[in-house]
């Protein structure tokens, strides 16, 4: 069996630079990166009390790692928005308990611009934002907004088909 059920002809795995991320129904513009998402379920060791040269192994608690995404600097408020859901100069009173945690979704298009895989990832929340990066009067690189996603796990979006490549 092959990579790709529908397109047996294709060898080469997606590319990583097209994709979009959502939230609250609507894409967010400019995003540039967001880091991998990755689960790490703890190894459990036990021995048996009449085997104590021996050990055996099992699955325990699974974590998510937070997901980091980036974009460039704009007016656009989207992620001072959602981290201002999480913290407020006025104290605790500012923090929206209804909205402050989303289901966010991430998909992966093809070079077609055909979306081939989707993610939804799990009530997260924003635990760090950057609303501006280090400042240099000699640099030359974009100025990056950044904010760190806390959250409960993820499925891949099953209805999300292999498309019929052209």
Not at 75 to 80: G, I, Q, V, W
Not at 82 to 103: C, E, I, P, Q, R
Request: proline share 4%; net charge negative; hydrophobic share 35%.
């Amino acid at each position: 069996m092959g990579m790709f059920n529908v397109n047996t002809h294709r060898f080469d795995p997606y590319k990583n630079f097209k994709f979009r991320v959502k939230w609250d129904g609507k894409y967010i513009p400019g995003i540039t990166k967001i880091s991998p998402l990755t689960r790490i379920t703890e190894t459990v060791i036990y021995r048996e009390g009449g085997d104590a040269s021996n050990y055996r192994l099992s699955p325990g608690t699974t974590k998510f790692e937070p997901i980091v995404i980036e974009r460039g600097l704009s007016h656009d408020t989207s992620f001072e928005d959602w981290a201002n859901m999480v913290f407020s100069l006025d104290g605790d009173s500012g923090t929206s308990l209804l909205h402050y945690k989303k289901d966010i979704v991430i998909d992966l298009f093809n070079l077609q611009g055909v979306k081939v895989m989707a993610f939804i990832v799990y009530r997260c929340w924003v635990s760090e934002y950057q609303s501006l990066p280090e400042l240099d009067s000699n640099g030359k690189c974009i100025a990056i907004e950044k904010i760190v996603l806390q959250h409960e796990g993820w499925v891949r979006d099953t209805s999300v088909l292999e498309p019929q490549e052209t």
